[in-house]
């Protein structure tokens, strides 16, 4: 079974500068997640889709994130314009369902803000 | 708001030696907890759910505890290894069974 892909692996950008991350989760996946992980930190979730509807994004900052999930499959994260606390690893994670679930995350993308 | 705590930034053993993590919650009272394994550069790897009418579950080496009363998890790696070395994390479920909360993780060294 292939697992979450995400890309790119790595990003440096500059300050103001935009970025977008693409996430493809397991096949047959509703739910969908994006998690930023700053150094030494656990994951702290931004956004969870159920198939194409936004569950919860209460932590994501909407002045300068956004994020969509067409047809319920594929997903892709924007930041614009970024700035240099938005250095992070971004996560995308898919589960069958909602609740009590194990999550399948991807390798991450790791954005340098400079 | 929800806040979990693992006590532990970083925790040393020798192999052949039990590891005990621990993860502790406050604000909330979650109906299942789960531990994940994060490498370096990789993302969480899931191991065990526990749920809040489950005392103890166990995977091979691992075991997970959950205690509400307490609100404590405690998550055991028997005869541990150095292959074992990597960061764990506790996660709980999120209000109306949502999104994972995760833990800041401990970071396991075993040494051989």
């Known amino acids: 079974e292939a697992g979450v892909a995400q890309s790119p692996r790595y990003k440096i950008i500059e300050k103001r500068q935009s970025v977008a991350f693409w996430c493809n989760p397991i096949?047959?996946?509703?739910?969908l997640y994006w998690y930023q992980q700053i150094l030494g930190q656990g994951p702290k979730l931004l956004i969870q889709?159920?198939?194409?509807?936004?569950?919860?994004d209460s932590q994501l900052p909407k002045d300068r994130f956004s994020a969509e999930r067409l047809k319920g499959v594929d997903s892709t994260l924007k930041i614009q314009p970024a700035k240099l606390e938005d250095s992070a690893v971004y996560l995308c994670?898919?589960?069958f369902g909602m609740g009590s679930t194990e999550a399948f995350f991807g390798q991450g993308t790791r954005l340098t803000v400079v | 708001s929800q806040k979990i705590e693992q006590n532990s930034e970083a925790l040393n053993i020798q192999e052949g030696k039990t590891a005990t993590l621990t993860c502790n919650y406050t604000?909330?009272?979650?109906?299942?907890l789960q531990w994940y394994r994060q490498d370096p550069g990789r993302g969480p790897v899931f191991l065990l759910l526990?749920?809040?009418?489950?005392k103890e579950k166990r995977k091979e080496r691992l075991k997970v505890t959950f205690d509400t009363t307490l609100k404590q998890s405690l998550f055991h790696i028997t005869a541990s290894q150095p292959a074992d070395s990597a960061t764990y994390l506790c996660?709980?479920?999120?209000?109306?069974?949502?999104?994972?909360?995760f833990g800041k993780g401990t970071t396991l060294s075993v040494s051989s």
């Open positions: 994670a898919s589960s």
């Open positions: 096949s047959g996946h509703a739910t």
């Open positions: 889709f159920q198939n194409n509807g936004v569950v919860d």
């Open positions: 604000n909330y009272s979650p109906a299942y």
């Open positions: 526990i749920r809040e009418n489950e």
């Open positions: 996660a709980l479920d999120g209000q109306a069974g949502t999104a994972l909360i």
